[in-house]
């Protein structure tokens, strides 16, 4: 009763054990398309405005241009020359003589280079791997942009989100540290009281410096990687910071 669920199980296992293979085109939207999410909108900067991306891309094209000549070496080794035999060169217009009856009028030599002509498919074959090689090239740069301009701003969105907390945190500590020293002021608390919420407030505002710094540092970190400065980021869905 259970040879079928069993013989089943190993006939699906082949199939379930294929690993998903990417899809490079859709790793980074097509440049002359409109880039729906920012994130997306980034990775498209990113991947336009690094040199880096552009060199890849120039090296896999000169690999092309390679691969073609390297096509093409076969006739290289193919030569043919004409010549005139001497015994006929001063008999042009001239009727055939006993002299120059027996040495024929032009000379015909075919060269070929039979070691390049049958090395040529390998030849071939090695062009098409260095053109995958520039193109596996191509695609680790995708990955890469993509993978360092995602972080890059997660890293300046988290960065923004804990400016905005830690401001939060040194307006309560300041209006906090008035109230106490309103109130010690009165000798209604304790010099404790009133150093207590002094030093409170200085290191809210020592770590919202600290974040602030930070903001900036993951800012060009980013700009770094896009190519443009965030104030002049323009897409729909940017979100302010």
Do not use: C
């Not at 070691?115 to 995708?142: C, G, L």
């Not at 993509?146 to 830690?166: D, G, I, P, Q």
Request: charged fraction near 25%; glycine fraction near 2%.
């Amino acid at each position: 009763m259970r040879i079928f669920p069993v013989f089943l199980f190993v006939l699906l296992t082949p199939a379930m054990g294929i690993a998903q293979r990417i899809n490079f085109d859709s790793v980074i939207v097509p440049l002359d398309t409109i880039a729906i999410d920012f994130r997306e909108y980034l990775v498209q900067l990113a991947w336009m405005n690094n040199p880096e991306n552009a060199v890849a891309q120039r090296e896999s094209k000169i690999v092309q241009l390679q691969s073609a000549n390297t096509r093409k070496e076969w006739m290289r080794d193919i030569g043919l020359s004409i010549n005139v035999n001497e015994a006929n060169i001063e008999s042009f217009g001239q009727p055939l003589t006993e002299a120059n009856s027996f040495f024929p009028r032009w000379n015909f030599a075919l060269g070929i280079s039979p070691y390049n002509i049958f090395t040529q498919p390998t030849k071939n074959k090695i062009s098409r791997e260095r053109e995958m090689v520039a193109r596996m090239a191509i695609d680790e740069r995708m990955l890469t942009t993509r993978r360092e301009t995602l972080l890059a701003y997660e890293r300046f969105k988290a960065a923004n989100e804990s400016l905005s907390f830690r401001a939060i945190f040194e307006k309560d500590a300041y209006n906090n540290y008035l109230l106490v020293k309103q109130l010690y002021e009165k000798d209604e608390l304790t010099f404790q009281d009133y150093s207590a919420a002094s030093g409170a407030y200085f290191q809210a505002q020592e770590m919202r410096q600290k974040s602030d710094i930070e903001v900036r540092l993951a800012q060009y970190d980013l700009e770094a990687l896009i190519g443009v400065r965030w104030e002049h980021v323009q897409h729909p869905a940017k979100n302010p910071q």
